[in-house]
């Protein structure tokens, strides 16, 4: 939350006409200047932010340091490209704007895109950089765009300079299929020295995730809808413990496979009242009728439950055809309880939250 | 017997102003950031030999000192080493947020050529009309005894008087009942 003006000094040379850079040299410098503008006023209401270019017929301020965001966005339109870029008349010029900045509080700071090769030698920037430090004025460089020798020597030379306790970065970003503003959303250009506009870039990072591949769990993102998110979560582990405990007993349950259809049928009655206990009375009648089946027999219902997820998938399939056509009631009763079953894995979500008791 | 009356000068109703320096708005441009100003302003650090205040990029400093009330500026000292002390010392008041490129734009209040005596502790007596009314002080170092890459300073002390005005930082709200 420091507080700041910035000047940023963009390159619109020839060299910007290149499209190793997606869409564009100069259309990929114009979303970082908006990506950084964002970032400067998100992270301190009052920081203010200024635009000028290098190249064309001269350097040109286009807008001076202000906090209004439309203001800096409306100015990148209708740029247009062409000449060469003089990078010591940019800063310099950088420099006089910051110092005639309304509110003297802020810090200074200089952002410069250096995508064309730099003519003047490492001596005169190196002074540059002298200057910037006793007037404790903070570098920022992108170098980005051509590479001739040289090039990154003399912006290192200028960055040790001007760096005064590590507030001025370099960054060089090579062409490829990253977007530029992308790999500078994770420098601390972006992230302001480790704070403030870290909420801001985290933002945009998901945003941009989101919108190519959803890298999150059951494709809902946290952020914009927890209670959904956790839902899905606690349901997916609960299908999976169940999943673990009927693997576990599949050995034990070998044997008691052997048993009765009917008592099968009727274990199978008792699970689903079991699963089905949102208090309904025709499942509170059923266990009553269970009561002479003991509760050795309960217990292998329950074994039985935890068996096979074959019987438990079959529980929420619905599918006892040959049960139901015995005994009405009972089907009634497996109807019920099957919706109340269906019901749980949403209910049993809730209750979670509601503190519903069983 | 000039230096006895600048000591007595001192004694004679001049205290030193710390107490009355405004350490929130205190700044210095082109300082090293090992050796700031604390270590010449604050008590306990100038008194240190050890402790300097130095230039970073080259030998001037821009030196900014608001007062929390208004003083009258009788005389500074300045103590530093005989080869790297500063040498020429511009005194500005009452301009806040000066920048080495407009230090040239008005005549200071008053310019002092520091010697080796000055050096060692002797204060500098000013042109005591110019700084009746000061609330803040900017102290401009052009450069340095011996011309070398960096300025060097152990201590600077300011004396002087107040004014009896209002200090606002000890207003407090009167409560309502």
């Given at each position: 939350?420091?507080?700041?003006?910035?000047?940023?000094?963009?390159?619109?040379?020839?060299?910007?006409?290149?499209?190793?850079?997606?869409?564009?040299?100069?259309?990929?410098?114009?979303?970082?200047?908006?990506?950084?503008?964002?970032?400067?006023?998100?992270?301190?209401?009052?920081?203010?932010?200024?635009?000028?270019?290098?190249?064309?017929?001269?350097?040109?301020?286009?807008?001076?340091?202000?906090?209004?965001?439309?203001?800096?966005?409306?100015?990148?339109?209708?740029?247009?490209?062409?000449?060469e870029m003089n990078l010591a008349a940019g800063i310099q010029v950088a420099q006089l704007a910051l110092k005639h900045r309304q509110n003297k509080k802020q810090q200074q700071r200089i952002i410069v895109f250096a995508?064309?090769?730099?003519?003047?030698?490492?001596?005169?920037?190196?002074?540059?950089?002298?200057?910037?430090?006793?007037?404790?004025?903070?570098?920022?460089?992108?170098?980005?765009?051509?590479?001739?020798?040289?090039?990154?020597?003399?912006?290192?030379?200028?960055?040790?300079?001007?760096?005064?306790?590590?507030?001025?970065?370099?960054?060089?970003?090579?062409?490829?299929?990253?977007?530029?503003?992308?790999?500078?959303?994770?420098?601390?250009?972006?992230?302001?020295?480790?704070?403030?506009?870290?909420?801001?870039?985290?933002?945009?990072?998901?945003?941009?995730?989101?919108?190519?591949?959803?890298?999150?769990?059951?494709?809902?993102?946290?952020?914009?809808?927890?209670?959904?998110?956790?839902?899905?979560?606690?349901?997916?582990?609960?299908?999976?413990?169940?999943?673990?405990?009927?693997?576990?007993?599949?050995?034990?349950?070998?044997?008691?496979?052997?048993?009765?259809?009917?008592?099968?049928?009727?274990?199978?009655?008792?699970?689903?009242?079991?699963?089905?206990?949102?208090?309904?009375?025709?499942?509170?009648?059923?266990?009553?009728?269970?009561?002479?089946?003991?509760?050795?027999?309960?217990?292998?219902?329950?074994?039985?439950?935890?068996?096979?997820?074959?019987?438990?998938?079959?529980?929420?399939?619905?599918?006892?055809?040959?049960?139901?056509?015995?005994?009405?009631?009972?089907?009634?009763?497996?109807?019920?309880?099957?919706?109340?079953?269906?019901?749980?894995?949403?209910?049993?979500?809730?209750?979670?939250?509601?503190?519903?008791?069983? | 017997?000039?230096?006895?009356?600048?000591?007595?000068?001192?004694?004679?109703?001049?205290?030193?102003?710390?107490?009355?320096?405004?350490?929130?708005?205190?700044?210095?441009?082109?300082?090293?950031?090992?050796h700031s100003l604390s270590n010449a302003l604050k008590q306990g650090y100038r008194e240190d030999e050890g402790l300097n205040l130095e230039s970073d990029a080259d030998e001037q400093l821009l030196i900014y000192v608001?007062?929390?009330?208004?003083?009258?500026?009788?005389?500074?000292?300045?103590?530093?080493?005989?080869?790297?002390?500063?040498?020429?010392?511009?005194?500005?008041?009452?301009?806040?947020?000066?920048?080495?490129?407009?230090?040239?734009?008005?005549?200071?209040?008053?310019?002092?050529?520091?010697?080796?005596?000055?050096?060692?502790?002797?204060?500098?007596?000013?042109?005591?009309?110019?700084?009746?009314?000061?609330?803040?002080?900017?102290?401009?170092?052009?450069?340095?005894?011996?011309?070398?890459?960096?300025?060097?300073?152990?201590?600077?002390?300011?004396?002087?008087?107040?004014?009896?005005?209002?200090?606002?930082?000890?207003?407090?709200?009167?409560?309502?009942?």
């Amino acid at each position: 939350m420091v507080l700041e003006a910035t000047m940023i000094c963009i390159d619109n040379s020839e060299w910007m006409r290149n499209g190793d850079y997606s869409p564009s040299r100069f259309q990929a410098q114009a979303d970082a200047v908006n990506l950084i503008c964002g970032a400067k006023t998100q992270s301190n209401p009052e920081n203010t932010v200024g635009v000028l270019t290098m190249a064309g017929k001269g350097v040109r301020v286009l807008v001076t340091p202000t906090s209004d965001l439309g203001k800096i966005l409306a100015c990148m339109h209708g740029l247009e490209i062409g000449g060469e870029m003089n990078l010591a008349a940019g800063i310099q010029v950088a420099q006089l704007a910051l110092k005639h900045r309304q509110n003297k509080k802020q810090q200074q700071r200089i952002i410069v895109f250096a995508g064309s090769p730099i003519k003047h030698d490492k001596k005169s920037l190196e002074m540059i950089g002298r200057k910037l430090k006793k007037n404790s004025v903070a570098l920022d460089i992108v170098n980005f765009g051509e590479d001739d020798e040289g090039k990154m020597e003399k912006l290192e030379a200028l960055l040790a300079a001007v760096n005064n306790n590590d507030t001025s970065h370099i960054v060089h970003v090579s062409a490829g299929p990253n977007a530029l503003s992308d790999v500078l959303m994770s420098t601390p250009i972006f992230t302001g020295d480790g704070e403030g506009g870290s909420g801001f870039a985290a933002a945009a990072a998901a945003a941009a995730a989101a919108g190519g591949v959803s890298g999150f769990e059951f494709g809902v993102d946290p952020n914009l809808d927890p209670e959904l998110a956790l839902a899905l979560r606690v349901s997916m582990e609960e299908e999976r413990a169940r999943q673990e405990a009927a693997a576990k007993k599949a050995a034990e349950e070998a044997s008691k496979q052997e048993k009765g259809g009917e008592e099968q049928s009727s274990s199978q009655e008792a699970t689903m009242t079991e699963h089905a206990s949102g208090g309904t009375s025709e499942a509170d009648n059923k266990k009553n009728d269970l009561s002479d089946d003991d509760n050795a027999l309960l217990q292998q219902a329950l074994a039985m439950s935890m068996d096979e997820p074959a019987s438990s998938h079959d529980l929420q399939d619905m599918e006892m055809p040959d049960v139901a056509a015995d005994d009405p009631e009972l089907a009634l009763a497996l109807q019920l309880s099957v919706q109340d079953s269906t019901k749980d894995s949403s209910s049993q979500t809730d209750m979670t939250s509601w503190g519903r008791s069983k | 017997m000039s230096a006895a009356e600048s000591t007595t000068a001192i004694q004679r109703s001049q205290v030193d102003l710390l107490d009355f320096i405004d350490w929130s708005g205190v700044e210095c441009l082109n300082q090293s950031s090992s050796h700031s100003l604390s270590n010449a302003l604050k008590q306990g650090y100038r008194e240190d030999e050890g402790l300097n205040l130095e230039s970073d990029a080259d030998e001037q400093l821009l030196i900014y000192v608001p007062f929390t009330q208004v003083i009258k500026l009788h005389a500074i000292v300045i103590k530093g080493s005989e080869e790297e002390g500063p040498k020429t010392v511009k005194l500005f008041t009452n301009k806040e947020h000066m920048g080495f490129s407009n230090v040239n734009d008005f005549p200071p209040s008053d310019t002092a050529v520091l010697s080796p005596d000055n050096l060692k502790g002797r204060p500098v007596v000013l042109k005591y009309v110019k700084f009746q009314n000061v609330r803040s002080l900017t102290i401009f170092i052009e450069d340095n005894q011996s011309d070398s890459e960096t300025t060097k300073i152990q201590m600077i002390a300011l004396y002087g008087s107040t004014v009896e005005t209002t200090d606002m930082k000890g207003l407090k709200k009167i409560e309502e009942h």
